[in-house]
């Protein structure tokens, strides 16, 4: 039995996430963390299964009082970090789906993972698709150097370009040799336009209501293009790698960012 905390329980991901811990028989919810509610259960909120976890507004508190193995944070990348490090000070291992960690953030908490020697894994996104779909692009990019990235996601996503471009952009990096595409005297009319630089390749950015998260990479060549693309529908698309994650992370060690480095 593996027990976990789910911080953001509330939102779309995190109403998810609890129920995938409700129906899985060897997860069990001790509790969860929210910014409101202190003192309730979360059966106590419309819309959750009676499931009498105790809610905490405070991470710290809550691992003081409650025995958990896994923490699953879905909340903001600010939270995230701060869970993150809390987490691994406690011995309970992370499972984030939050981006916005930088190369420092991840260094620093490698360091503490591997000091305590607990796992962790960090995730721009669960789902199985969409890392298969960063893999497939990056064994392209061997082939057709030039490539633009379209990331396409709801209105109410926070950071752009989405945490799944960018590692996307940086496993094309790996194998793609450094130089600026189109036209040398390219210029645009309108800042922006072209979207966002990254090593040479552009990463254009659409948030619209009705999308949930999508993303496609062409691939241009001498008189082809190739393009890659995974879409996902619903939030139940990312909780095959949430489970994958939760599995996983109680036999390793170290950080782990991105789950293309655990899926064969």
Do not use: W
């Not at 905390?5 to 779309?12: E, L």
């Not at 620093?108 to 591997?114: F, G, H, K, S």
């Not at 989405?162 to 189109?182: C, E």
């Not at 619209?208 to 691939?219: C, N, R, T, W």
């Amino acid at each position: 039995m593996i027990r976990i905390v789910i911080a953001g329980p509330r939102g779309r991901m995190g109403r998810e996430a609890v129920s995938l811990v409700h129906q899985t028989k060897h997860f069990e919810l001790v509790a969860v963390v929210d910014r409101m509610n202190e003192g309730k259960t979360l059966a106590e909120l419309d819309g959750f299964p009676a499931i009498e976890a105790p809610i905490f507004t405070d991470l710290e508190r809550c691992l003081q009082t409650v025995q958990a193995d896994v923490l699953i944070d879905l909340t903001t990348p600010e939270v995230g970090k701060h869970h993150t490090e809390i987490a691994l000070q406690y011995g309970v291992r992370p499972v984030v789906g939050t981006t916005g960690f930088t190369e420092d953030d991840l260094a620093r908490l490698t360091q503490i993972a591997e000091e305590r020697k607990i796992g962790a894994i960090i995730a721009p996104n669960f789902a199985i698709g969409a890392i298969l779909m960063m893999k497939f692009a990056q064994m392209a990019a061997k082939y057709f150097p030039h490539v633009e990235i379209i990331e396409l996601h709801h209105d109410q996503k926070l950071d752009a370009p989405s945490g799944t471009a960018l590692k996307t952009a940086q496993l094309i990096q790996q194998v793609r040799p450094s130089f600026t595409q189109g036209h040398e005297a390219e210029k645009e009319t309108m800042e922006g336009a072209r979207g966002a630089l990254y090593d040479g390749m552009r990463i254009h950015s659409v948030r619209l209501p009705g999308l949930v998260a999508h993303q496609e990479v062409i691939f241009g060549g001498d008189g082809q293009t190739l393009t890659i693309r995974h879409d996902s529908f619903n939030r139940a698309s990312f909780m095959s790698g949430v489970r994958f994650s939760v599995e996983t992370v109680m036999k390793l060690e170290t950080l782990v960012y991105g789950l293309e480095h655990l899926i064969e």
